[in-house]
């Protein structure tokens, strides 16, 4: 009884009594007003209705919110302390601190002031909150908004998965994942307030397995069979001479009996390997689970110790890499472009000029921008005069589509540059399936991984000028 007496006079009542004032006021109305919405929103996440995956709303719910409500913590205080010196100074400390009462006016006048500004601040921190959440939620924020995912951003925009949020693939529907991806996009909120980010940023293998993600879409036992792959390409002569080579992929799957055939059907769900850098472009073991349980164990010649490191199972990932941002070369880029028209290959060596133009070293895509155009103007200018003259819109529009490409790939600011995010689907720009498919990685018996063309493709046709083939097919060439 005595201890309660005493805290009521000792603690309870001066505090009230000092901390009648506007500061303390103001700060025990943000205080609560940020309690009340982290609370609100924790409800709202606990009951599964208008969570949000996203990884960077930490910032607002780990950061900014409690940083509000520790600051009305501080601003109550500071406003007590005022106070007391103020009232010490002009000697206007009572002898005794009045009674904590409803009935003392001035008491209830400092209650509706409280009441007054913890609404008007539960309104306002309520509001920037959702609506930081609302931005935060969209692409534009993950992508566009935030510089430095430019280069994912741009290359997204264009793919099949232009209409999958960042998040279908970045993060797991997992509790676990959900709160390492808070955590993670905090940090990388602050590394980007502080500039202190990779440049350029890597998937560093923290993408989620297919199996938590991909599969929630496509389905792993879809049969596809074969597929053609029709690609064009352009020569450095005069007149670009165009050619074409047509490939029967053998994609396969898993058909109507449940036989896995092609190249979907040979990794589903067997093959583990272990990689020995972070993009996962050295891959010196690979192990294939045979029928009858055992496993046979594939190593890279030459290589003399054991291998160490975490041992994963193959999926969609380790061959669609690339799914959402794929960035070519500039042999493909400008080949496609080509294909479609512009450049026009009327344009005397204009794939020749074109490619170097855009492997060329520029410190930023407006210079490259400048650069590319003034130097094919120059070009046709002062060697090809009377094309120039008859053909400058064409000269124009080639400029417009190789600095359209140029800024889909390159981006000097994030130092990403041609080849910096390999694609492994092929083995011609990239190692790709050739990390493991090189004829070098051999098991105990002496069997390799094969490198059989045929096993992968059939080479239809390749890079012939006006094939029949495609005329058969009824293709514009
Ligand atoms: C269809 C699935 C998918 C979607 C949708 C997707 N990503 Fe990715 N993303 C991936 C995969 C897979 C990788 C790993 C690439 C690798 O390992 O080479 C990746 C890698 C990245 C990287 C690491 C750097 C790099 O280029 O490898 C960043 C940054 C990134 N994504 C940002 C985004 C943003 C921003 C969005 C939304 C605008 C987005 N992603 C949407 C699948 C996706
Ligand atoms: C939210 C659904 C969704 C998710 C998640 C998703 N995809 Fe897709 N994906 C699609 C749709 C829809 C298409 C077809 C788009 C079209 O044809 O225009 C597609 C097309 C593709 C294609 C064929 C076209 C191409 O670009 O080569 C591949 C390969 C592919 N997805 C791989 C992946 C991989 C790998 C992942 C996981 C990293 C993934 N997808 C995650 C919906 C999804
Ligand atoms: C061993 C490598 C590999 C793995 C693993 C793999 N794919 Fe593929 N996939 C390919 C290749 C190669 C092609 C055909 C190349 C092309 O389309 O240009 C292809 C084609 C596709 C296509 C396009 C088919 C079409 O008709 O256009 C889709 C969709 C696809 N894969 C989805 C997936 C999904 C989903 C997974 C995981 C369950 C997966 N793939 C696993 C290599 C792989
Ligand atoms: C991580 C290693 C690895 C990668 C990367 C890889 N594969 Fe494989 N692949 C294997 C292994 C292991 C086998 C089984 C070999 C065996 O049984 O002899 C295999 C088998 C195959 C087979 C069946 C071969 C046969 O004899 O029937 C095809 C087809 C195939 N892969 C295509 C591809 C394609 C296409 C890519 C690239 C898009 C690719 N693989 C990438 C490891 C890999
Ligand atoms: C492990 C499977 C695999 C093996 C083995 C393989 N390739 Fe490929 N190859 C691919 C894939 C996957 C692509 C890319 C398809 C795409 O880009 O859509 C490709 C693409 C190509 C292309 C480009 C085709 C085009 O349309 O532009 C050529 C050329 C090629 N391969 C030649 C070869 C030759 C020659 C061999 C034998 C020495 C070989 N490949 C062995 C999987 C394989």
């Known amino acids: 009884m005595q201890v309660r007496d005493s805290f009521r006079e000792e603690w309870i009542r001066p505090i009230f009594f000092y901390g009648n004032n506007w500061l303390s006021l103001l700060g025990g109305a943000t205080t609560t007003a940020s309690a009340m919405v982290l609370l609100g929103f924790w409800v709202v996440g606990f009951f599964g209705r208008g969570a949000s995956k996203n990884p960077y709303l930490g910032i607002i719910f780990d950061l900014i919110l409690p940083g509000i409500f520790v600051v009305g913590l501080l601003l109550v205080l500071v406003g007590i302390l005022l106070r007391r010196s103020y009232l010490d100074a002009t000697n206007q400390v009572p002898s005794f601190f009045p009674e904590v009462s409803l009935k003392d006016p001035m008491f209830r006048h400092a209650l509706d002031i409280a009441v007054v500004a913890t609404f008007i601040n539960f309104i306002i921190v309520g509001t920037a909150a959702y609506r930081g959440i609302a931005y935060m939620d969209t692409v534009s924020f993950c992508g566009a908004s935030c510089h430095v995912m430019a280069p994912e951003h741009v290359a997204y925009r264009v793919s099949s998965h232009s209409n999958v949020a960042c998040t279908d693939c970045h993060v797991a529907p997992t509790a676990a994942a959900y709160v390492h991806a808070k955590v993670d996009g905090t940090v990388q909120l602050l590394m980007v307030v502080a500039q202190n980010y990779p440049r350029p940023i890597m998937a560093d293998n923290k993408i989620p397995a297919a199996s938590t993600t991909c599969v ?262």
């Open 216 to 477: 929630h879409c496509h389905s792993p036992g879809r049969f596809f069979g074969d597929k053609i792959v029709i690609t064009n390409g352009y020569a450095d002569d005069k007149s670009n001479t165009k050619t074409s080579s047509v490939t029967l992929m053998h994609v396969g799957g898993r058909d109507s009996f449940a036989h896995l055939s092609g190249i979907h059907g040979a990794h589903m769900g067997k093959i583990e390997y272990i990689a020995v850098d972070t993009t996962d472009q050295t891959i010196p073991w690979v192990g294939k689970a045979n029928e009858d349980g055992s496993v046979t164990e594939f190593v890279a010649s030459g290589t003399t110790s054991i291998v160490m490191g975490e041992k994963r199972l193959m999926d969609c990932i380790d061959c669609h890499n690339r799914a959402a941002h794929s960035f070519d070369t500039p042999e493909d880029a400008l080949n496609k472009d080509m294909a479609l028209g512009s450049p026009s290959a009327s344009l005397p060596f204009v794939h020749q000029e074109s490619l170097s133009l855009l492997k060329a070293i520029y410190k930023s895509q407006a210079e490259a921008d400048a650069r590319i155009t003034s130097g094919l103007v120059t070009f046709y200018r002062s060697q090809y005069p009377a094309i120039w003259n008859r053909q400058s819109p064409q000269v124009y529009a080639a400029a417009k589509a190789l600095i359209s490409i140029y800024d889909a790939n390159v981006f000097p600011s994030m130092k990403v540059t041609w080849g910096t995010h390999p694609n492994n689907i092929g083995h011609n720009n990239s190692p790709g399936c050739f990390r493991c498919h090189d004829g070098n990685h051999v098991a105990k018996g002496g069997a390799s991984i094969t490198n059989d063309c045929s096993v992968c493709h059939n080479l239809v046709v390749s890079d012939a000028t006006r094939p029949r083939l495609i005329a058969d097919m009824g293709m514009q060439q």
